[in-house]
């Protein structure tokens, strides 16, 4: 009724201990209910004592700034509580990325990990090419991470997870994982349609990037030299390259 999470349990808590001091209040006038008297007091205290014991535990689980923003942006709309979402952050590493340094870079960097921006502006180029921007509570590798095995793929970065740990986080709670499946894959299909509108020729002919002819019909050395495409590599030749602006 109350919901999941802290705040559903504070709902119910709440509402039952209201409901128990009612019945304390109708009673206290009645000598024959003495025994039902005693019995309501006994659960008002119980639901008094759980109020407050998950008021404290609401209090103490703070994140900073960022994290806060990343859950009220991505998780909390899925209905993740902040108990989870502790447990998410808890596994997680945070780095600082300089102005214009590059920090994943074709050939050297493995997808060990998987990593969201939560503040700054990173972009992203394909040899030397600008591709997209990547702006805060999105993922930095999420199309690698979600369609390549781990010694498939390059890649790296900002809140990140590392493999090993997600995995273990996630045989334990599969709801997290699930949640994580949905989020990365959501950011994955936005990143597609930012691309799609891009992709036009100079006529104002918008072309789909799903269509196979897009990437694949054309030689690779033809599809860099038209005006015709945005240009875009074959996804199996080249790994994009994000630095932070």
């Known amino acids: 009724m109350g919901g999941s999470g802290f705040y559903g ?9 209201l409901g128990f001091f009612c019945t304390i209040m109708w009673l206290w006038s009645d000598a024959c209910t003495t025994d039902i008297f005693l019995w309501n007091f006994a659960l008002f205290g119980v639901c008094a004592v759980q109020v407050v014991h998950v008021a404290y535990r609401l209090r103490n689980v703070t994140f900073e700034k960022e994290f806060q923003d990343l859950y009220s942006y991505l998780f909390k709309k899925l209905g993740v509580s902040l108990t989870h979402f502790g447990k998410i952050v808890a596994c997680c590493e945070v780095h600082t990325i300089e102005k214009d340094h590059c920090f994943a870079m074709e050939g050297k960097t493995a997808i060990d ?11 992203v180029t394909v040899d030397g090419e600008y591709l997209h921007d990547i702006y805060p509570f999105q993922f930095l590798e999420s199309p690698e991470w979600d369609s ?13 997870w590392r493999r090993k740990k997600r995995s273990l986080l996630f045989a334990k709670h599969r709801y997290m994982a699930k949640v994580f499946a949905l989020v990365v894959r959501n950011d994955i ?22 269509l196979p002819t897009y990437c694949h019909v054309l030689p690779l050395p033809e599809l860099y030299r038209t ?5 875009v590599p074959a996804q199996y030749d080249h790994a994009p390259e994000e630095t932070d602006s």
């Open 189 to 210: 299909a936005d990143k597609l349609y930012s691309l799609n509108d891009k992709a036009f020729d100079s006529r104002g002919f918008r072309y789909d990037l799903r």
């Open 9 to 17: 349990l504070l709902y119910l808590f709440t509402f039952l201990t």
């Open 227 to 231: 005006d015709a495409f945005l240009r």
């Open 148 to 160: 390549l095995r781990p010694s498939e793929g390059i890649f790296q970065i900002i809140a990140s």
């Open 113 to 123: 990990k998987l990593s969201v921006l939560l503040s700054g502006r990173i972009r």
